[in-house]
């Protein structure tokens, strides 16, 4: 039987039988199988992203997930500056939130928040040359992950724009990708909407 030629029989959600969503189901986890596969195929596409640096955005994800493991981060952090900038072609404004969305399920909070803050906190080494408040990472002042941002930023991702550095290919880290991401997906914040609908 090839699954692949298979089509639901309904044009409705509400019609679908039982039989289209098994069916559903089994091809929706070929789908989830290649993900490793599809965020290879986006890191490469930074390559043409926006311009200007001296090295792509894929040399800038390398060269942050480089730093990170030269240091002793662990792979959810390496993974996570390798995918950190993913956002940039799709999200422009609000490109942290998208990569941050993307690693949710398969990493500690602690690397999912830090992805998530890293715009606001990078702002302390470009802000004022741009005219916004350099500080506006300070309102996160006290927060338990604050340091680890800070880190991340300051010592991997605002340092990361040298074309001299020693810095690893994606081959390199792709057997960390493929391991992340082949990981039990578990999402804190569907749970939690779903308690609260349930509660509601
Ligand atoms: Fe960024
Ligand atoms: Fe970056």
């Known amino acids: 039987m090839n699954m692949d030629r298979q089509k639901v029989s309904f044009i409705r959600m509400d019609e679908g039988s039982a039989a289209d969503y098994a069916l559903l189901e089994s091809l929706e986890k070929g789908h989830v199988a290649g993900l490793a596969d599809r965020l290879l195929f986006a890191l490469k596409g930074l390559q043409n992203s926006f311009d200007g640096y001296r090295i792509d955005r894929l040399q800038h994800s390398l060269q942050s997930a480089t730093r990170a493991e030269a240091d002793g981060a662990d792979i ?98 792709e057997p960390m990708l493929r391991e992340v991401f082949s990981r039990q997906p578990f999402d804190p914040a569907i749970i939690g909407e779903s308690e609260q609908a349930l509660d509601g």
């Open 76 to 173: 959810e952090m390496i993974v996570g500056a390798l995918v950190h900038d993913l956002g940039d072609d799709l999200a422009p404004h609000n490109h942290s939130q998208l990569a941050a969305s993307i690693i949710r399920p398969y990493v500690r909070a602690e690397v999912t928040w830090v992805i998530e803050h890293h715009g606001i906190f990078q702002l302390y080494y470009f802000g004022a040359s741009e005219g916004v408040n350099k500080n506006e990472r300070d309102r996160f002042a006290g927060h338990k992950w604050f340091a680890s941002c800070d880190r991340f930023c300051g010592l991997w991702d605002q340092m990361s724009f040298d074309p001299d550095y020693p810095t690893k290919p994606l081959s390199h880290f």
